[in-house]
């Protein structure tokens, strides 16, 4: 058995003997708009319809931004802010990005878990829809590697600097340059589930300039904030 797979076990099995902090039963779940999401019937699946190469593009992003929400709204309370868990939880970042971690992640989400009598997790699926369980787990599965997040932070720090000169003057400003040097870094960061793309603040930021090459404040904003989760 790989070293990976070794990991994942170990965090699957501490979901059923850790104790929570609190009973997360207790807390009502909070509604996801998945009507940009292509429809996936009504059978509960066991793979990921969501998937890089399963949709397009922009319908990948838009599971993308709605998994991001979903999670934020019902998961990080005890999974830890961008999936990071603090112990108590599994790590999800490191459920494989395959049918194995797929069907694990949504037996849990439909089913909730429960420990001696007491609700540790909800039961969401009826609650939320299979849609959104899909664009919460594509959002899971495309975490950064923190440490070549750190890698990289210095030269994020960098472009972050300079899109913030670039608010008070842009007479020089290489939009263009700028977006393929995000993009080259952003596809030197991997994820720890093994999915092809991770969600990383220099993805984020190379894709709000694509649509707004103006936007040097958001791109500025989302590195700052990237950087000091990061730190």
Same mark, same amino acid.
């Given at each position: ?72 709204q019902n998961c990080a309370r005890c999974h830890g802010l961008e999936a990071v868990s603090g112990g108590l939880a599994p790590d999800l970042r490191f459920l494989e990005a395959e049918e194995y971690g ?33 664009? !919460?787990?594509?959002? *899971? #599965? $495309? ?8 890698? @990289?932070?210095?030269?994020? +720090?960098? =472009? ?24 080259? !870094?952003?596809?030197? *960061? #991997? $994820? ?8 990383? @603040?220099?993805?984020?930021? +190379?894709? =709000? ?23």
């Open positions: 058995m790989s070293t990976y797979r070794k990991h994942v076990l170990g965090a699957i099995a501490l979901l059923g003997v850790a104790t929570m902090a609190f009973a997360h039963g207790d807390v009502a779940p909070q509604p996801v708009n998945t009507d940009a999401l292509p429809d996936v019937g009504e059978e509960w699946l066991i793979e990921s319809p969501y998937r890089v190469g399963n949709i397009t593009e922009k319908e990948w992003l838009a599971a993308l931004e709605i998994g991001a929400s979903g999670y934020n797929d069907e694990w992640y949504m037996e849990r989400y439909i089913h909730g878990y429960t420990q001696n009598g007491v609700t540790r997790m909800p039961a969401f699926g009826e609650l939320l829809g299979q849609k959104a369980g899909w664009a !919460i787990r594509v959002y *899971i #599965e $495309t975490r950064p590697d923190d440490e070549m997040m750190a890698e @990289v932070s210095p030269q994020l +720090a960098e =472009i972050r600097d300079q899109l913030k000169a670039w608010q008070d003057d842009a007479s020089g400003a290489d939009v263009e340059a700028t977006v393929a040097t995000l993009q080259e !870094i952003a596809g030197s *960061i #991997e $994820t720890l589930s093994g999915a092809p793309v991770a969600d990383s @603040v220099a993805f984020r930021a +190379a894709n =709000i300039l694509q649509a707004d090459p103006a936007n040097f404040k958001t791109a500025a904003d989302t590195l700052t904030i990237g950087l000091s989760a990061a730190n």
